[in-house]
Each structure stands twice: as C-alpha cells, then as structure tokens.
C-alpha cells in the first residue's frame, strides 16, 4: 500500500496548503480519498495518470473536502476519458455535480456512477478478489464517513527450492500457490505447508477525517496498519472541538493507542499554528509511532 | 483602472497556468470577474484583501469561469466576511451555490445577493457616482455575457495659480471643480474654464470571453479604453472556433481593429500551443497595440 498525501490542511485552499485528498494504491488500485479545491493541480504535481483513478471516496460535504470533485469530473471528460468513474459519497451528491453538468451542457462523455450514502453503520462500498473498502461512520458537523481499505489474503508463496527438492512439477506451481497439496512427479501426496510460505498478512488503512472524538470506531480500526486520524486542534483549543466536532492530536493518539493500529498519521491540521511539531509534542507520548502528513508526501505502509 | 490577470487559460487548470480570472480596480471598486477552480488561492498570492471584493460578475456557467465560486464564497464566511457579496450570473447560478450550502450546512454569516441574469440584450448591472457596468450579449455554447466597466465623466480639476489670482476664496474651491462658476473677494463672477481643467477623460474595459467571432458586439464597445478578447485558437484551427464557438486571434484582432479600441488583450488561450507569441504574430498585423494575458500580470489602463 502507498498512501500519497495532495492536501491534509483544514477548511481553504492557500498558497502553499492544499485542503484534504489522498491517493491510496492498493493491489493495483488507485483509490482517491477526498477532493479539496485543487486536487487536479495536485494530481498533475504527482504525475498521476488521471486514467487510473476509477473509484472517488468523498468524506462529506464540506467544501474543503469536495469543492475539487466537479472541476476533476470535468477535466476527465475534456481529456477523453472513456473508464467508468464511481463516486461514493453523501446522499446529495449526486444533485450537487449533476446540476452543474447541467447548466453547463457538459455531460461527461463516460460513465459516472454515484454511489450515494446514508447509512450510520458500516456499509462495505466496494469488493474485489483482492481489496475490500468499508465506510466507517463518524460524529462530524454533518453526515461523514471515513473509509476502511482492506487487503484480502493473498496467495501463499511458493518455496521453489523446497518444491524442487519435493519432485513436484512446475504445472502445480499455480494450485501450490491457491493452498492446496499436490501429488510429485513419483506420485506422492506432498503437503502444501512443506513446499509454501504463508502469504504476507494483509494490510490495512484507515482514513478518518472530520470527526469529533469518536471511541465507537476503535472495534472496527482495531490493529489496521495505518491510521490517518484528523488533529485539527490542540489542547489548548480543546473547547473549540465540542462546537466544531473536530479531534485534538492527544484524542487521535488515544484512539490509535486504544485500537493497537500500526502507524498513526495526523492531518486536517488548523491554520492557526505555525509550528506544525507541536501536534507531534502532544500526540507522541499517548502514541509512539505517530507522523504528521504533509503536502505531497508519500507514506509506504 | 487597474488589471490584474489572475488566470487566462482554456478549459483546465494546470500545474502553472490558471483558468479565467481577473481583477479590475476602478475608482476604488475592487471587481472580480470570472473565478474558475483555484482563483482564491490566485487572490491570496496576489495579497489582495478579500473584503475588498463586492461584486463578482461570472461570464458562463462553464467550469474554467465558475468552478472557483463555491470555494471563493465559503472562504469568506470561514474568515468572518461580514460585507454584502453581489454576485451577477447566468441564471442557476444561485441554485448551483445554494445547494452546496445547504448540504454543507454552510451558510454564509454574510449577505449573498444574487443578480440572475437571462437577457440576450445589454443590461445596466451596477452603477453608482463614479463607474457603470453592462453586460455585453456575446455567442457561445452557453448563455454567456462579457462585461464593460465603463467610469463616469469625473470632477474638473482646479488649476490652483490661476483661482489664487482670480482672488477666488478657497471655501469655493469644490464648487469649481463641480463645474459652476463662482464669485470672487472682490464680487466678480469668475467664469469657471478660466480656472479649471477638464476631467481626465474616463476610462473603459471590455471584457469579451467566451465568444464565437462576433462583430455584433462592435458598436457597444466602440472607443474602450482596453479590450480584452479571447482568442482560444490560432488560424491553423480555425475550424474548431465553429464547433466550440471560439474566436481566434486574427478574429479577435478584427473585432478591436473594427471598434477602434485604445488596446487588445488576448488571453483564453488553448493549451495545444507551446509557444503563445504566435497569437501575437498573428494578431498584430491586423490590431498593433495586442498584447498577450499571463497570469498574475497587471495592466495599467
């Protein structure tokens, strides 16, 4: 999994911060997280092929996390994209881009698919042999949801040095590769275990962002491999959170410590401090192994 | 009158080059007009203060012109706006803001007063002691309207030697340069040419975009100060101007050839061009004063 950070400030767009959106590639996939105003620009500093972005997960509708979906449905149409595109996001929508298609006579020329949402429990979005993706509902100023991205088991790797000393023949390879045993080239039943290695166990991330301190979502996060958690404040404005439904960076690293999850990634970030360090001051001594996100960055989990 | 440039480039934003934006600042109005997706960051590199914004004239209701009004009107609520906003716009415009507001739950704490516009003739937008701004009919896909910010004939100048030798109180001094004349110390009418000088002669700017070539618009913007013009394409694609409704550069030329304009803009360039002094080379044989947009470029009027 690599995680591409486009934008991880909080409510506009400025010179040097772009609001939220995040790449996420996963067996093969290139998921996109949130669409701030911008993100088309951010996509184009990435080099991203605009192509292989085929599903689009919008959080909510505040402005900072989708203001940049319609400027970045249009610009596939103006570049003659031709793969279905699928929106998941809140009821509502749906309403929002197509008004504007609309009254622009710019209906795209491929198939834009909303998946419109509205439930307050965990809804799977999206599955295929190798990935699954789950919302996790949270406790924003309006309906939001984060997003729980699965890697389903793999295959188990082949120990070719084992399977070649065991006499099996290279057509078994595949059906080694499935679990199953095989018989060898003198006829013996060889047990799978003997000539495989288990397969790398799958990972796992979490995005959650807006939400207020919300401990209902450790059971559902709980052990996933990376954890992006807003910290929108700190604890000096931690009265600000109850009015706006925002984290502090302590409450993230309170979530992330209570659902034991690998990595801890802080963003949403307040413009309001200038020394962005400060959420690391706070978050590390409740949770170790935390980073900020940041512009751009690229986080292998 | 004062120009900034804040994009000029068709269809989509790009890492360098923003859609089409621009700020005219007239006898103290600080006019917006267009705000295609990026503008508020645009505004912020440009230090402009963003209360001194009140009026926002929006040419099309395609992407590269709006899409940046969303973000533009949520930001000045999140920084505490308290100044009425007018904005001036196809008709759907309003509902295109509005919905996002509601989903979002994001009103503004501002007055946001909308002038839908419908008419295929010239109308009177705005006008108060100093500036006059009309809609100006233009052909494109969409219903679409250029703008002319038009001042007002100003207040006579006074030549200060020649009222102190008149003997002229200076309790008169306003009266004068309202055109009257006035009574000296000594009880003689002083005729009030003798004293003043005449106004600068005002000013005007046309702002022509999108269009198909479109001579219809000559007699109203007959004499402007300043025309900026689009011209999306060079002649070696002059038979896309018909399908997308464009104008090229020698076209653009003609139009401010034809209405003997001060001086021709060219901006709403296509992103096919490496190198844009070709809409130059082609535009000046025909119209001499053109100059090229870029963005962040100020052009004294």
Same mark, same amino acid.
């Given at each position: 999994m690599t995680l591409t950070i486009l934008g991880c400030h909080a409510a506009t767009p400025r010179t040097f911060h772009n609001p939220t959106a995040q790449l996420l590639e996963v067996r093969g996939h290139l998921f996109l997280i949130d669409c701030g105003e911008g993100t088309q620009v951010a996509l184009r500093k990435s080099k991203?092929?605009?192509? &292989?972005?085929?599903h689009i997960f919008i959080s909510h509708l505040h402005g900072d996390h989708f203001f940049g979906l319609i400027g970045l449905i249009s610009t596939f149409t103006l570049l003659g994209r031709e793969a279905d595109l699928h929106v998941y996001g809140p009821k509502g929508i749906k309403e929002i881009i197509t008004i504007q298609l609309k009254l622009g006579k710019a209906w795209t020329n491929y198939n834009l698919i909303f998946h419109e949402l509205d439930s307050k429990s965990p809804q799977l979005l999206f599955e295929d042999e190798k990935v699954e993706v789950h919302t996790i509902p949270l406790d924003h100023r309006v309906y939001t949801n984060g997003f729980l991205f699965k890697e389903k088991l793999g295959e188990r790797k082949l120990n070719i040095e084992a399977a070649v000393a065991a006499k099996i023949?290279?057509?078994y390879f595949r059906k080694l590769k499935s679990g199953a045993d095989v018989v060898n080239l003198k006829g013996k039943l060889i047990s799978n275990e003997s000539v495989t290695f288990p397969p790398d166990p799958p990972k796992s991330y979490a995005f959650c962002s807006d939400?207020?301190?919300?401990?209902?979502i450790i059971p559902q996060i709980q052990?996933?491999?990376a954890l992006y958690h807003?910290?929108?404040?700190?604890e000096e404005h931690k009265h600000l959170c109850e009015k706006t439904k925002h984290t502090t960076a302590q409450e993230a690293a309170t979530i992330a410590r209570d659902a034991k999850v690998g990595q801890l990634i802080l963003g949403h970030?307040?413009? &309001?401090?200038? &020394?962005?360090d400060r959420y690391l001051d706070e978050a590390q001594p409740i949770f170790e192994n935390t980073q900020l996100a940041e512009d751009f960055k690229v986080f292998e989990i």
């Amino acid at each position: 999994m690599t995680l591409t950070i486009l934008g991880c400030h909080a409510a506009t767009p400025r010179t040097f911060h772009n609001p939220t959106a995040q790449l996420l590639e996963v067996r093969g996939h290139l998921f996109l997280i949130d669409c701030g105003e911008g993100t088309q620009v951010a996509l184009r500093k990435s080099k991203v092929k605009f192509a &292989r972005v085929k599903h689009i997960f919008i959080s909510h509708l505040h402005g900072d996390h989708f203001f940049g979906l319609i400027g970045l449905i249009s610009t596939f149409t103006l570049l003659g994209r031709e793969a279905d595109l699928h929106v998941y996001g809140p009821k509502g929508i749906k309403e929002i881009i197509t008004i504007q298609l609309k009254l622009g006579k710019a209906w795209t020329n491929y198939n834009l698919i909303f998946h419109e949402l509205d439930s307050k429990s965990p809804q799977l979005l999206f599955e295929d042999e190798k990935v699954e993706v789950h919302t996790i509902p949270l406790d924003h100023r309006v309906y939001t949801n984060g997003f729980l991205f699965k890697e389903k088991l793999g295959e188990r790797k082949l120990n070719i040095e084992a399977a070649v000393a065991a006499k099996i023949d290279n057509s078994y390879f595949r059906k080694l590769k499935s679990g199953a045993d095989v018989v060898n080239l003198k006829g013996k039943l060889i047990s799978n275990e003997s000539v495989t290695f288990p397969p790398d166990p799958p990972k796992s991330y979490a995005f959650c962002s807006d939400t207020a301190y919300c401990p209902e979502i450790i059971p559902q996060i709980q052990g996933v491999t990376a954890l992006y958690h807003e910290a929108t404040f700190l604890e000096e404005h931690k009265h600000l959170c109850e009015k706006t439904k925002h984290t502090t960076a302590q409450e993230a690293a309170t979530i992330a410590r209570d659902a034991k999850v690998g990595q801890l990634i802080l963003g949403h970030f307040s413009t &309001r401090y200038d &020394r962005l360090d400060r959420y690391l001051d706070e978050a590390q001594p409740i949770f170790e192994n935390t980073q900020l996100a940041e512009d751009f960055k690229v986080f292998e989990i």
